[in-house]
């Protein structure tokens, strides 16, 4: 039985694939492709990182083995780099789409606006999205002109 009741994820990615491009499953195909972090927290837990060079904790890989709920904003991309890049890569267990809740969907679903930090907005939830966290993520994960 398990003790947790969801688990939410946020993956960082490097590719040298144009997502906006080429779109979200060839992105995730790319050989290039990597996972730089994992954000993730249990429940309403303090979130955790994990870089893609460290292991998947145990917990995490108990859990989703455990076909636990596994809840992600614009849940399509964070299942793909779990299956197309963490599972081949890395190892990671296989996350079954049936375990997946996209709550960009749900927000749509009641009329919410789709983006997080809009969304967050509208709900007015205690933690907003860091409006800073979108340079640092340009920064890291997009390539130079140069394509490094």
């Not at 590719?15 to 309403?44: K, P, R, V, W």
């Not at 907005?121 to 140069?146: T, W």
Request: hydrophobic letters at 40%; charged letters at 25%; glycine letters at 6%.
């Amino acid at each position: 039985m398990q003790k947790f009741k969801e688990l939410w994820l946020d993956f960082e990615t490097y590719s040298a694939c144009d997502i906006e491009e080429q779109g979200g499953m060839a992105y995730a195909l790319h050989t290039s492709t990597s996972m730089l972090c994992l954000g993730y927290a249990f429940d309403d837990q303090p979130a955790k990182i994990i870089r893609g060079i460290d292991d998947l904790p145990k917990d995490v890989e108990l859990y989703v083995q455990d076909h636990g709920k596994v809840l992600a904003h614009n849940a399509t991309f964070d299942y793909r780099i779990w299956n197309y890049v963490c599972t081949e890569q890395l190892g990671w267990p296989a996350l079954s789409l049936d375990q997946v809740v996209d709550t960009m969907a749900v927000c749509l679903t009641f009329q919410i606006p789709a983006k997080l930090a809009e969304a967050g907005a509208a709900l007015r939830v205690k933690h907003q999205k860091n409006p800073e966290g979108k340079k640092l993520i340009k920064m890291c994960c997009q390539p130079d002109a140069r394509g490094k």
